[in-house]
């Protein structure tokens, strides 16, 4: 996880929209992760693989306790073995440093 985004608590943040620049500059910060959407629907996403359901699932609960403990909900398409994942900040309108924060955050779940 970036040290640009660490042991931050997005509750207490004022969210604010990213620019062009910095929204590219955190995206090459995240392994994998594509920009979809334009103006208020841009948003990053990326899916992860798994090999059963159950996978999938326990990949979704860990997944769902970092959104609960940042205040900050990605929409999911759960599949048998994949789960979708898609950040934005829909109060900004865009993209805010949260979202990529979180992103780096859900990586970190597999990368141990």
Not at 33 to 53: C, H, M, P, Q, R
């Amino acid at each position: 996880m970036s040290s640009m985004f660490k042991a931050k608590q997005w509750k207490s943040i004022a969210r604010q929209a990213l620019g062009p620049t910095e929204i590219v500059s955190a995206l090459a910060r995240l392994d994998g992760w594509k920009l979809s959407g334009d103006g208020a629907d841009v948003a990053i996403e990326k899916t992860f693989t798994f090999a059963n359901y159950f996978e999938t699932m326990a990949f979704v609960n860990a997944l769902a306790f970092i959104a609960h403990s940042q205040d900050h909900h990605p929409d999911l398409s759960v599949h048998y073995d994949r789960c979708g994942v898609r950040f934005s900040t829909h109060d900004v309108g865009g993209l805010s440093a949260t979202d990529f924060d979180c992103a780096a955050r859900v990586d970190a779940l597999l990368s141990a």
